[in-house]
Nanobody, 121 residues
Framework: QVQLVESGGGLVQAGGSLRLSCAAS????????MGWYRQTPGKQRNLVAS???????TYADSVKGRFTVSMDNAKNTVDLQMSSLEPEDTAVYYC???????????????WGRGTQVTVSS
């Protein structure tokens, strides 16, 4: 019913910048929140940044001051602007969202397929 599609990953040198985008489509009544997680091989998926519908943002300590999350409610998109990238930021980045498809139904959680970000030293 709902799909999340990410774009914008790639290879960048340390100190560089990348912008990730995620678009939600399908049956959408209301988006409660959208955000980004990342995962490296053998490790759990961790929150990077999230944007609530009331405008509240949350960031992992490791990215504060370097990453900025923004959401466009009209377009159902969430972006992650990443600056001063470090090799430790290398991971697969996943878009995440909690979306209500109908007014009478609770929000469901959705994931994108992920996009690779590689930061070379």
């Amino acid at each position: 019913q709902v799909q999340l599609v990410e774009s914008g990953g790639g290879l960048v040198q340390a100190g560089g910048s990348l912008r990730l985008s995620c678009a939600a489509s399908g049956r959408i009544f209301r988006i409660n929140d959208m955000g980004w997680y990342r995962q490296t091989p053998g490790k759990q998926r961790n929150l990077v940044a999230s944007f609530l519908s009331n405008g509240t943002t949350t960031y992992a300590d490791s990215v504060k001051g370097r990453f900025t999350v923004s959401m466009d409610n009209a377009k159902n998109t969430v972006d992650l602007q990443m600056s001063s990238l470090e090799p430790e930021d290398t991971a697969v980045y996943y878009c995440n969202a909690h979306i209500k498809s109908f007014s009478w139904r609770q929000a469901s959680e959705y994931w994108g397929r992920g996009t690779q970000v590689t930061v070379s030293s």
